[in-house]
């Protein structure tokens, strides 16, 4: 089955700049839209961009997310405490099933 | 505000069946506006896409469970359903119900809470 590779982990001080990367292939991110999830501890998950770069009603702005080819990315600029949690990409894939990205955890030093 | 909220037994003996129900407040499963979709979490580990439901019945699900996997929709009740034929230990997990966008198969916006089954004897 097809994978979505995120990097483990991720982490930064405050008001750093911090970029999640989620790798695919021709099949889910190549040829369908990437969304991205924050996940909370003993939460169920939030969606947090949706059709790789757009934000739902309020999600701070200090979240951006972009898709270049085979990859999507998700970006926190200005980085605060509560932001620490577990972030996963997703993606339909073409073999007509829904895949859900490794995940990240995000620690904020 | 739309509502999601699993329930279903907590502890499933291996080889039996997992039966889970979402029910849906606050919006419509007959509207047809969205699909309805299970999603699930082993402790400590990343999510994994079960299958999705439309109000017609129509259903997809994930290459990998879809031998054991029957998604079920009830508009009367606004509620829909998973069965998970044959467990084992591998299928405990954390299972959410979740609503996603017509047209965009991966966009969940609204999530259960979330349940956890436990497949022991």
């Known amino acids: 089955q097809s994978v979505l590779t995120q990097p483990p982990s991720a982490s930064g001080t405050p008001g750093q700049r911090v970029t999640i990367s989620c790798s695919g292939s021709?099949?889910?991110?190549?040829?369908?839209?990437v969304y991205w999830y924050q996940q909370l501890p003993g939460t169920a998950p939030k969606l947090l961009i949706y059709?790789?770069?757009q934000r739902p009603s309020g999600v701070p702005d200090r979240f951006s997310g972009s898709k270049s080819g085979t990859s999507g990315s998700l970006v926190i600029s200005g980085l605060r405490s509560e932001d620490e949690a577990d972030y996963y990409c997703?993606?339909?894939?073409?073999?007509?099933?829904?895949?859900f990205g490794t995940g990240t955890k995000v620690t904020v030093l | 505000q739309v509502q999601l909220q699993e329930s279903g037994p907590g502890l499933v003996k291996p080889s039996q069946t997992l039966s889970l129900t979402c029910t849906v407040s606050?919006?419509?499963?007959?509207?047809?506006?969205?699909?309805w979709s299970w999603i699930r979490q082993p402790a400590g580990k990343g999510l994994e896409w079960i299958g999705r439901i439309y109000n017609s019945g129509s259903t997809s699900y994930n290459p990998s469970l879809k031998s054991r996997v029957t998604i079920l929709v009830d508009t009367s009740t606004n509620q829909f359903s998973l069965k998970l034929s044959s467990v084992t230990a591998a299928d405990t997990a954390v299972y959410y119900c979740a609503r996603g966008e017509k047209g965009y198969p991966t966009s969940f916006d609204y999530w259960g809470p979330g349940t956890l089954v436990t497949v022991s004897s």
């Open positions: 059709r790789n770069d």
């Open positions: 997703a993606a339909w894939d073409d073999t007509l099933s829904g895949l």
């Open positions: 606050g919006d419509s499963i007959s509207s047809g506006s969205y699909y």
């Open positions: 021709s099949s889910n991110i190549g040829s369908n839209s």
